[in-house]
């Protein structure tokens, strides 16, 4: 009888510890530890948006009037995981075509405040936040009201490549 018991509490034991290995072999929840993703690398890839002559107005009521259609319209920019960037621009409707439609620079990234032409007179800084695939500029500091204007008039929605 002893020996009966002996076999069943083995056998039980056995069981809950294969029980034990299959849960503890299944991924859970990745270790607290794991590092962030590089937020500069959120920002690579090709990102697009359409601004308006009323958008610009709405960033920047003194926009002078002459040079809406010049900085309004749909907008594809390109952040390269080398540092640099391009912008491409499509006229609005009703806007003539523009003489200058794609821009090359650099950027680079500390943290979410991204700077564009660092240490050139053409520098600006914004903050970026991302929610899904919309990305959003809040403007810090530079110079050029057209690009505040049009960088933070509408959120930018990542293409898919």
Not at 57 to 65: E, G, H, S, T, Y
Not at 92 to 117: D, M, R, Y
């Amino acid at each position: 009888m002893k020996t009966r018991y002996f076999c069943m509490i083995v056998a039980i034991l056995t069981l809950l510890v294969a029980c034990g290995q299959a849960q503890s072999a299944t991924p859970s929840a990745p270790p607290a530890n794991t590092p962030a993703p590089d937020p500069a690398h959120a920002l690579v890839g090709s990102w697009n948006t359409t601004v308006t002559k009323e958008d610009l107005l709405r960033v920047a009521p003194d926009f002078k009037q002459e040079f809406l259609c010049d900085n309004a319209g749909t907008f594809v920019w390109k952040f390269k995981p080398d540092g640099t960037f391009t912008i491409d621009q499509t006229a609005l409707e009703g806007c003539p075509k523009l003489a200058q439609t794609h821009i090359e620079s650099a950027w680079s990234n500390e943290e979410q405040l991204v700077t564009f032409a660092k240490g050139t007179p053409d520098q600006e800084v914004y903050q970026w936040t991302m929610e899904g695939d919309l990305l959003t500029f809040k403007y810090q500091s530079g110079n050029c009201i057209p690009c505040r204007a049009t960088n933070t008039a509408n959120p930018w929605k990542r293409l898919k490549t």
